[in-house]
């Protein structure tokens, strides 16, 4: 017997990421671009070609105003990680992976594709690694 289901609004009850949780992405991403092993320069790229000054002030922990851009950029980040963990059971392993070259991004490493610096490389690094787990 076929039985409907409710449907779901079309708006989620949370439309965004709250300063909180942006600023919460941000404080874990600078300790994921520590383990990565970054430089300053490169981990700018990723998030956008973040300032110089503004990044300095980040790795104080003082994170002012984080645009809607820029939380989606530490989301996509935040998922990369996510995949990572899932598929490397030794996190060194995962934290490596991001320097290693791969055929999947024409030989380039990972870091140097999200290096591009446009969101949808980022997001590219990210269903790469959803797909290679299955999800």
């Known amino acids: 017997m076929l ?12 439309p965004q ?11 874990a991403v600078l300790n994921l671009f520590e383990k990565w092993g ?10 956008g ?3 110089a000054r ?10 002012g105003r984080i645009d809607r851009d820029l939380a989606t950029r530490l989301s996509l980040l935040m998922g990369i990680h996510k995949g990572l963990r899932y598929l ?3 996190p060194e392993r995962g934290y490596a992976w991001v320097g290693k070259p791969n055929d999947a991004f024409g030989g380039r490493t990972p870091t140097e594709v999200m290096a ?11 269903s790469y690694l959803d797909a290679e787990r299955g999800g």
Do not use: C, H, M
Request: charged fraction near 25%.
């Open 38 to 47: 970054l430089t300053d320069a490169v981990a700018r790229e990723i998030l």
């Open 49 to 51: 070609g973040l300032p």
């Open 17 to 27: 990421i709250t300063p909180q949780e942006a600023e919460a992405a941000a404080r």
């Open 88 to 90: 490397f059971t030794e």
């Open 116 to 126: 591009q610096g446009d969101i949808f490389s980022l997001a590219r690094v990210r």
């Open 54 to 63: 503004t990044y300095a002030r980040w790795k104080t922990r003082d994170f």
């Open 3 to 14: 039985v409907e289901l409710p449907r779901t609004l079309a708006n989620p009850s949370i």
